[in-house]
């Protein structure tokens, strides 16, 4: 996600993959594991770097247990070379390499990560395990040196993503780079903003487009008043395709599918059928078919798709969540039911798109209200818009203007910053994050009421069968959101606007802008990886949803992000928790401290003037992590 100019931040990356590590020589089993926290950074080298002095205990059912020192290696940099590619290197629709006066340029904002089994595949040159890593790029938020450009371009620039093949070693499991490429997304109007991701349990990464294009500003329609679109379509058009005009914004804000063939060839979808929203990501439920997505912003909605068959998201049905508010505390508590926006397929809403729908095809549209009780007043992403749609639309608005589309049918559009979703397939359960609790979710009216908190908060989103859609239809899915309730040891310590010496607007010993999130079933962990401007450095938790405990395991560098978790929990006998980091030292303005000017020095020199972001992980000091099974 990006933290948009007025809350502080933009974004960055942690990716969360779990292993184990078999041995035949032993008969004892893991029966649980334990994270023992580290202290917040406290001097300025520590303030500029990542790093964890977290350890992590394991304890056997023979009444043995073993601790293991926490230690984070890198796996490359953004702008590195690997084989004459540059990792987060950015391509027009021809896969050019987009340059300035420096020479290719580069992203410096990788963000969701996968780490993938191929079956046969081979990376060049290892002598270990293959392995395919596929990782988001989501912006460059450095202007191109070109002797004009100025500011901050995120959006402005095409997104990327990139394909590593590692070598595993078979001795420690410590992964090395054997070469690098970008993926072409030429064939699908290139990529846009790619967030999250999560790896799919047939073995695809499944990725994001977050903050959609808004169609009706594209086509010369003026913003709603309090829209919280601060996309850059034109620009973004006229580096990719050389065309300030050509790009069509219904192409973007979908969700990405990757897949990866054994030569180590990837191969891109987009898919037209889960709806066209701000995505975060989108996490599936244990059938392979229900897939619950993140719509992040400001008045955003809860969306739900159950695709008709497992393992295939071209084809199905969305829905959007209606709230009943039955609890205020810690984020309050919510009852859900669920309101059907369509049935459709990629082939049938591609073939809208690629025949030139617009904006106003869909909906007729006002700003100020019509006089005409024929309009429905929504509130979304968008700003305040009276709309009316056109005969014969429904199923464009359902999944071209999803968001739009959700309110004007009743479901609530009053969520904030909601990021990523994790699934607990042994309780049944989703984990779903707010990064922040504010506008449409505090204010006096509508469906949502609670207390605001810059902290932002963690929700369990329980599931039911046999469930139906307010039209009293069956929702042909077993895992179907019930009741969304805040985790009280997860609501953000807020200091309710105060700060301490240092500027900084929450505990540091309790979540802060918590944005992405892993669970581990096997050690029934969720991982929570933070991007905020309220507190100057952002962590890694660990949180064991049996015992309670919540423990400090990542710190990374002053300004950065650190999000992109997914969790893997047996590669070939090894363990990893896997991190990346974006834009460190973005925006220091906020800090206080008496060590800022040494801070921002060693910043630079450490990550390459702010040109730098680390994609790796968390292992042992000697390589990965023993198994977690």
Not at 92 to 119: E, F, K
Not at 378 to 407: D, Q
Not at 525 to 546: C, K, M, P, Q, S
Request: proline fraction near 3%.
């Amino acid at each position: 996600m990006r933290i948009r100019p007025s809350s502080a931040a933009t974004a960055a990356v942690i990716s969360l993959a779990l292993a184990a590590c078999n041995d035949d020589s032993s008969s004892r089993s893991l029966s649980s594991v334990e994270f023992i926290g580290m202290p917040a950074p406290a001097t300025a080298a520590e303030k500029a770097d990542a790093y964890s002095t977290a350890r992590i205990k394991y304890l056997y059912d023979d009444g043995s247990n073993e601790t293991h020192d926490l230690a984070y290696h890198r796996i490359f940099l953004t702008a590195d070379m690997i084989g004459g590619s540059m990792v987060g290197g950015l391509y027009d629709s021809d896969d050019r390499a987009l340059t300035d006066n420096d020479g290719p340029m580069a992203a410096d904002g990788p963000d969701g990560t996968s780490l993938i089994q191929v079956p046969e595949l081979s990376a060049p040159g290892g002598t270990g395990n293959p392995l395919a890593m596929v990782v988001n790029f989501e912006y460059r938020e450095l202007p191109p040196n070109d002797g004009v450009s100025k500011g901050g371009f995120w959006s402005k620039l095409p997104a990327a993503t990139g394909l590593a093949l590692i070598n595993q070693s078979k001795q420690n499991g410590s992964l090395t780079p054997k070469s690098y490429q970008n993926v072409s997304f030429s064939g699908v109007n290139g990529g846009w903003i790619h967030c999250g991701s999560t790896l799919s349990a047939w073995g695809t990464h499944l990725s994001s487009e977050e903050y959609e294009p808004d169609a009706k500003t594209r086509q010369g329609l003026f913003a709603a008043t309090g829209t919280d679109d601060g996309t850059d379509i034109n620009s973004f058009s006229k580096y990719y395709f050389g065309d300030a005009a050509r790009a069509n914004p219904y192409h973007y804000g979908l969700l990405p599918e990757i897949s990866i063939d054994r030569t180590g060839k990837a191969t891109v979808v987009k898919h037209y059928a889960t709806g066209r929203f701000a995505r975060e990501m989108m996490e599936m439920a244990a059938d392979h078919r229900t897939g619950i997505g993140g719509d992040d912003g400001a008045n955003t909605g809860l969306f739900m798709f159950v695709a008709d068959s497992e393992k295939n998201l071209s084809a199905g049905t969305l829905y959007a969540a209606k709230v009943t508010q039955t609890a205020a505390a810690n984020g309050g508590g919510f009852a859900l039911r669920w309101v059907k926006l369509g049935r459709s397929t990629d082939a049938e809403i591609k073939a809208l798109v690629d025949g030139g729908i617009r904006f106003s095809d869909i909906f007729l549209v006002s700003n100020t209200d019509p006089g005409d009780a024929s309009y429905r007043m929504v509130t979304t992403y968008n700003g305040t818009e009276w709309l009316k749609l056109k005969p014969g639309m429904e199923k464009a608005a359902a999944f071209l203007e999803t968001r739009r589309y959700a309110a004007y049918l009743g479901a609530t559009t009053e969520f904030s910053k909601m990021e990523y979703i994790a699934f607990n397939a042994k309780d049944r359960k989703f984990y779903v994050v707010i990064s922040r609790v504010e506008r449409g979710m505090a204010d006096t009216a509508g469906d949502i009421r609670v207390a605001r908190n810059d902290g932002g908060v963690v929700y369990e989103l329980a599931t039911g069968t046999a469930q139906n859609d307010t039209d009293g239809n069956a929702i042909n899915s077993e895992y179907v959101g019930t009741a969304l309730v805040g985790i009280p040891e997860l609501n953000g310590g807020w200091l309710n606007g105060a700060k301490d010496a240092e500027g900084n607007q929450c505990s540091q010993d309790r979540i802060c802008g918590p944005d992405n999130l892993r669970f581990a079933g096997s050690i029934r962990t969720l991982f929570i990886g933070e991007d905020t401007g309220r507190r100057n450095n952002n962590y890694v938790w660990a949180f064991n949803v049996d015992t309670r405990k919540l423990a400090r395991i990542l710190t990374v560098p002053m300004a950065a992000e650190a999000t992109g978790l997914t969790v893997v929990e047996d590669y070939n006998g090894f363990a990893y928790i896997l991190g990346n980091f974006q834009h460190p030292g973005d925006s220091l303005a906020a800090y206080t401290g008496t060590d800022k000017a040494e801070i921002a020095s060693l910043i630079d020199s450490k990550w390459g003037n702010r040109r730098k972001s680390a994609i790796g992980y968390l292992g042992t000091k000697d390589g990965a992590l023993p198994k977690l099974r």
